[in-house]
């Protein structure tokens, strides 16, 4: 019963990890961008949403309220007046650009915040189960988690297949030259993808705030595992990198199962495994 | 007709370049005589300065040359680093002798690591990697024999025996760092002057364009993944020689093995051999100033690095050497008018 146990928990905590890997499937599908801080957003939204609740006593989850647009306008901002300046042929200083804005992002939340580990107090939300069948129990949370994720991966996909904007989104990651010829404003086009990326960390940022303990130093390894759901996927697919995203959650909840200190180790080692075998991923939809 | 036709000759190295060799060799014998003109205070920074050269010449090597941005070079400064403990420890070597065989090991270990990173690429790689260096970082914690989570000291016994005295070994320990040093930067030469070198730049370059005229990209780029990686564990392994002590998080740091060595490549100018010098010589600089800033120096570092790659993406060296035409190293070819052969056309 622990196995079966765990093995739902982890399909509830690849929700978590596929909205931290939704933005960057999103920003790589577009621009074929890798934003090394990515993690380290989604930790800045969770600090935001700390003030926010500190400053008001609002209950955790409204704080997307301002923290979704929030992140997205930054996001926008932030693409036109700097990333945008080091896209190109030259992978390195997209690279290493977002890879010293990571190292920032840390220290001056150090700086401000100091080390301490803190979380959003979700009070009833926290406690409240579900029973299933034979004392099995899924968390209000984790679920609520779970279908967030499925509800802003659909919304995701309806939007880059449905709209207008999501047609040029769609035919930028194809044909960046082309679409530029058709009048498009390449420039424009990836401050969309950047804000529609940067909401989704919101979201995440929230979430991962009321779900666990978090500190300035855990972007990191909220980016390894977003890249890695995403790859596990497959490049380009939003429901591939829910797949992975699953995987990876339920790997490191086996290996939580086996030893608490394998479970992030077991989470990596399923990578490199899918990385062998099958390196496209999953469900891929495009080449890297 | 007084047409004349010029006959041009290739030229490897400038006369800045013949001075900088000689300079260069006053510089390194200078170096080798510390021990006898600096004190020990002196000579630890120095022996810093020497590994943080290597590690710098290798993720150059990697990024600027080979076109393989790696985040994750730390895999193999503490797989150097413990190597070293067990080889020592358990195996019974002489330190340096130890540090020798870490070296050779980490740079075997490579060729998997590269099999299965070299799957990714680009931006993706350097996740790769840093992912690789993670897994590392958790294995070695679950090895108890190795002081799991917590570390491991080198024993008292192997760090008396391995010279006559503490300052002998002092001595020991800043002469290995120096070799390693000079190592680094002579190997990074050879390559380039190399047709390795050459296949690696047309690589850069263009990769379709090189493969149709028969360069194995892939081959090359391993064979520089696995030289780079030997360089970076021997230098994991003087780092803990002289630190006698070691533990996953310091083994397997990314911010200061790897985030610092890119910030200082990128500072001094990637793609060449001067800029990591002169990178990692401003780094230390800046430290002597601000050390006492904590995580504002970090703040200050990374700030400069991006702002760096955004306007001045060859670094200070890239400004000075296109200012002044400079090339202190002679890895580049110049055409040259022969002016002793200059037939009169009939």
Known sequence: ?288 | MTDTKQHYVVERSTRTSRFASGAAAAIILALALAPWWAGLGELRILIEIFYYIALAQMWSLLAGYAGLVSIGQQAFVGLGGYLLFALAIFGGLHPIVALVVAGLVTAVAALPIALVAFRLTGAYFAIGTWVIAEVLRLSFAQFPALGGGSGISLPAGIVRDMAGSPEGRQFLVYWVALAIAFASIALVLALLRSRWGLAMTAIRDSRPASESLGVEAYRTKLMVYVLAAGMTGLSGGLIFLQKLRISPDAAFSVSDWTALVIFTVVIGGIGSVEGPIIGVILFFLLREVAADWGSWYLILMGSIAVVTMLFAPRGIWGLISSRYDLELFPVGRRLRVDPERRDRKE
Do not use: C
């Open chain 1, 1 to 288: 019963m622990d196995w079966v146990n765990a093995v739902v928990q982890g399909v509830l905590l690849g929700g978590l990890y596929a909205l931290f890997a939704s933005g960057l499937s999103l920003m790589f599908g577009v621009m074929r961008f890798v934003n090394i801080a990515h993690g380290d957003f989604i930790v800045m939204a969770a600090y935001g949403a700390l003030v926010i609740v500190g400053a008001t006593g609002l209950y955790p989850l409204w704080t997307m309220i301002a923290i979704v647009p929030g992140m997205a306008l930054l996001g926008f901002v932030g693409q036109r007046v700097l990333l945008n300046r080091t896209l190109g042929e030259d992978i390195l200083p997209p690279l290493l650009v977002t890879f010293g804005l990571s190292i920032i992002i840390q220290n001056v939340l150090l700086e401000v915040f100091s080390a301490d580990s803190q979380k959003l107090q979700a009070g009833w939300l926290e406690t409240a189960s579900i029973p299933i069948a034979g004392g099995l129990n899924i968390g209000l949370m984790p679920l609520l988690i779970f279908v967030s994720a499925l509800i802003v991966i659909g919304g995701l996909q309806t939007f880059l297949y449905r709209t207008p904007v999501g047609r040029v989104l769609r035919a930028t990651s194809d044909d960046q030259e082309t679409v530029r010829l058709m009048g498009a404003d390449n420039a424009r086009i990836f401050a969309y993808a950047t804000a529609i990326a940067s909401a989704v960390v919101g979201i995440a940022g929230v979430y991962m705030a009321m779900r666990t303990n978090f500190d300035p130093s855990v972007g990191p390894a909220r980016l390894l595992f977003a890249f890695e759901a995403v790859i596990i996927g497959g490049l380009g697919s939003l429901w591939g990198t829910l797949v992975g995203g699953i995987i990876l959650g339920v790997a490191q909840a086996i290996g939580a199962q086996i030893d608490p200190g394998f479970q992030i180790l077991a989470g990596h080692i399923a990578f490199l495994f899918v990385l062998v075998m099958r390196p496209q991923g999953l469900l891929p939809r495009m080449r890297g």
